[in-house]
């Protein structure tokens, strides 16, 4: 068997385009314990998601995990699941098709995007085949989280590198390293949030929820604590919300390890227990709703909240295909394709590699 992935066929007369590959996450394939579990498998398997060391961790995944998980993970995505498929794979494919749509009316025939998730389909290998195949001999990596972790964009870059050790013909390869702190992003939340708030009012504390990681992944040097705590100042600041109208805290604990603090869960039963009237919570870390958000922040938060002696709570959705944050996406890539297209007399067209 070939060691090296086949090429497309060589097309010279055809004019080489860039590629934008929207890497994220991924998502199972149906709400059951059987999609789950291969799902799962792959995702805990990643040494950038769990590093505990390969022998011990392989027991424990295999034996005791993808025993119990599936089945679990499985109820709670069936409570979010809907007509068309996963919300994560839904907007995943509604953004990829606005932003073609917005870089197609910036840059006309120049630009092509794929979708391309770390765990799961459509996966990244498949999405850097498509590109290649449409002549893309540049591509530009846009990982779909704003803030830096070596679990989220890190791993997302290593699936990009693992295909390109096995391609002959090796593009030309940018990457998004984060911009959670780029205006465009942080002024598409705050619209999104205003929008929310003109329509339901205005709660007594916005509190903003970030994925959690282990606590020691900090320690060792992963700056994604520090940008979460930034995105999180500069949206309060655009929001005009003095300290104690806000809350950053971190979900998804996973395991018994000391994960980043405060917890979600603390702040919420802390502001129930204060007998708050109305909370609402938003994830500025989530480009799109997915299991995160939907279940654990709209479901269970409300309930972990209400249960402590809280009033009304309202999550505020993600910014899925917001037209915002369709714009932000493109003011973004085009920054990073700075040399790739070339502005003249008023002209944006390809540059040479
Ligand atoms: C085991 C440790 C995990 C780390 C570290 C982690 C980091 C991390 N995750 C996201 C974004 C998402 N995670 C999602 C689901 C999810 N996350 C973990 C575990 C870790 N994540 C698990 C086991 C799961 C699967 C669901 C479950 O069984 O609980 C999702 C949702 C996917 C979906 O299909 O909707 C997202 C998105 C980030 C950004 C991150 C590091 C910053
Ligand atoms: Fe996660
Ligand atoms: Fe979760």
């Not at 086949?6 to 860039?18: G, I, L, M």
Request: glycine share 6%; aromatic share 10%.
């Amino acid at each position: 068997m070939a060691y090296y992935n086949p090429e497309p066929q060589q097309t010279p007369d055809r004019p080489a385009k860039v590629g934008i590959l929207l890497a994220n996450l991924g998502t199972p394939q149906a709400p059951t314990a059987r999609a789950l579990r291969p799902y799962l498998q792959k995702f805990l398997m990643d040494r950038r998601v769990v590093e505990i060391p390969r022998f011990i961790w392989c027991w424990i995944l295999h034996f005791i995990i993808l025993v119990i998980r599936p089945a679990k993970s499985a109820e709670k995505y069936a409570s979010i699941w809907t007509s068309e498929g996963s919300p994560l794979m839904v907007y995943a494919q509604r953004q990829k098709v606005l932003f073609e749509a917005q870089l197609a009316a910036a840059l006309p025939g120049l630009c092509v995007v794929e979708s391309g998730m770390t765990y799961g389909e459509p996966a990244i290998k498949r999405a850097i085949a498509s590109l290649k195949a449409q002549q893309c001999d540049r591509i530009l990596v846009f990982p779909l989280y704003p803030q830096y972790a070596a679990s989220s964009t890190a791993a997302a870059l290593d699936a990009v590198w693992r295909v390109l050790l096995k391609t002959r013909n090796v593009p030309a390869i940018r990457t998004i390293r984060d911009y959670h702190d780029h205006p465009q992003y942080i002024q598409a939340l705050t619209s999104k949030i205003k929008a929310y708030w003109q329509q339901h009012g205005q709660p007594e504390k916005l509190v903003m929820s970030f994925h959690g990681v282990p606590k020691f992944h900090l320690q060792k040097g992963d700056p994604y604590y520090y940008q979460c705590l930034e995105s999180g100042r500069l949206l309060a600041q655009s929001l005009d919300l003095a300290p104690n109208q806000y809350e950053i805290a971190f979900q998804s604990r996973f395991g018994r390890q000391e994960w980043l603090q405060p917890y979600l869960a603390t702040t919420l039963e802390s502001l129930g227990k204060q007998k708050l009237n109305r909370i609402d919570v938003v994830c500025p870390g989530f480009s799109s709703d997915c299991l995160e958000t939907l279940e654990e922040i709209a479901m269970e938060g409300k309930h972990l909240f209400q249960s402590a002696g809280g009033g009304d709570y309202h999550y505020i959705p993600a910014l899925n295909d917001d037209p915002a944050w369709i714009d932000a996406m493109r003011v973004i890539a085009l920054q990073h394709l700075q040399g790739w297209i070339a502005d003249e007399a008023g002209e944006t067209k390809a540059a040479s590699p």
